[in-house]
Every structure is written in C-alpha cells, then in structure tokens.
C-alpha cells in the first residue's frame, strides 16, 4: 500500500514556542491530506482536510490560526501549532488518500507525533 | 446525538481462542465501515471495508459483519496470535461519497501466550 511519512515522531517544545509536523506521501501524489488528534483512549478527532494548492477546511471548533495547515506540493501538507500550551499536548496523525480512488477507499496514516508542550 | 460506540475495556483473550470485537453506532446510516489496527504510539493501518449491502467479509484470519438493522458491526480475528494484539478501531462514512470518517474509540486486544 501507499506509504505515509509524518515527522517528528516526537517533540517537545516550551509553552508558547510553535511546532511543525510534517506529512508527507512518499509514493503517490495526495491532493488531500487528513490532520487528526488523539487524546488517550479517545477516538481520532478529525481537525482539518488539507488541500494542495488552496487553503484547508476546518472542522467546527477547532482555531485555524492556532493550527495552520499548508499544503504546498502533491506530496507535503504540513501542520503548524502556533503558540503551543499545554493543553495542545497530544497526538497528531495525518491521513492521506490515493487520488481518484472512491471514497470508500482506505486511507493511509503516518507514524503520528506526539507533542509534549511543556 | 450520532454516537460510535466500542468497548472501551480492554479484552484479553487466550492465544488461539477467536476475538470478537464490538461497534456499534447510533442515528448514522453508514455506507461503509472499515477496520484499522493501531498499534502503541502509531498511525492505524487499515484493515477492513464493508459496505452497507454486504452482510460479511473476510480477509485471511479477520471476518467482518455488518448489521444495518442492529447498527452494529463485529470484527473476528481467529486463531488469535499475541501479534495480534493493539488497538482495533471502528470507522465510518456516515453519508455515500464523503472522505471524512468517524472514528469510534477503539477497543484494545491483548493475546495472552
């Protein structure tokens, strides 16, 4: 299947520095890509659909301008935490889909990073 | 309110008994459902898709069923192994044609040696 690379898989930062994730898909071209947060022994959560190429939709309660997403080429969506606290500390996966595919078609996770803010 | 519901207790199983794991879900109506395994501190790998008009499916030792009527699907590892221990996942389409699923809680398997 289609390969997935998200990166770091681990960071810690202070309160109120930012961070970047990056996702990127390694052997196909992913138009769209999927940011999702998990809390312990919670479901994913899903919080943007990222675009190539235009901005990304957010889901309902989640703030675009802490969370930026940028979706520059077919292969690299990237997340941003602006001004990290505490309570941002989670687990962050991306998700991408191979183009053309139907919707019922898997999706393909990265490895998730883990965010300590501290 | 939509609701997907796994059992959020962990099952523990003997190696070579069969697993059953539980979703069920309330006001959706699902066209597809698929299955994914997640293992500690990793993305879920996908595992299974079943469509609303389809009763079972199979892929080597997993089985799916999917009962609209119940609102319910069951995931079946057979002949369990203690690889086949993580964290399985339920997730839906909740309309035809959409990308962005629903994702219930997850139910943690331990196959105990």
């Known amino acids: 299947g289609a390969v997935v690379s998200q990166h770091p898989s681990r960071v810690i930062c202070k309160s109120g520095t930012s961070v970047k994730i990056e996702c990127r898909s390694l052997?196909?071209?992913?138009?769209?890509m999927f940011w999702y947060r998990q809390f312990p022994k919670q479901s994913l959560m899903l919080m943007a659909t990222s675009n190539e190429g235009s901005k990304a939709t957010y889901e309902q309660g989640v703030e675009k301008d802490k969370f930026l997403i940028n979706h520059a080429s077919l292969t690299l969506s990237t997340l941003t935490v602006t001004s990290a606290h505490p309570e941002d500390s989670s687990f962050y996966i991306c998700?991408?889909?191979?183009?053309?595919?139907?919707?019922?078609?898997?999706?393909?996770f990265g490895q998730g990073t883990r965010l300590t803010v501290v | 309110s939509q609701k997907i519901e796994q059992n959020s207790e962990a099952l523990n199983i003997q190696e070579g008994k069969t697993a059953t794991l539980t979703c069920n879900y309330t006001n959706y109506s699902p066209a597809y459902l698929q299955w994914y395994r997640q293992d500690p501190g990793r993305g879920p790998v996908f595992l299974l898709l079943?469509?609303?008009?389809?009763k079972e499916k199979r892929k080597e030792r997993l089985k799916v069923t999917f009962d609209t009527t119940l609102k319910q699907s069951l995931f079946h590892i057979t002949a369990s192994q203690p690889a086949d221990s993580a964290t399985y996942l339920c997730a839906l389409a909740p309309t035809s044609g959409t990308y962005k699923y629903i994702f219930g809680t997850g139910t943690r398997l331990k196959v105990l040696a």
């Open positions: 052997d196909f071209q992913a138009t769209t």
């Open positions: 998700s991408a889909r191979t183009p053309g595919l139907a919707a019922w078609a898997e999706a393909f």
């Open positions: 079943i469509r609303e008009n389809e």
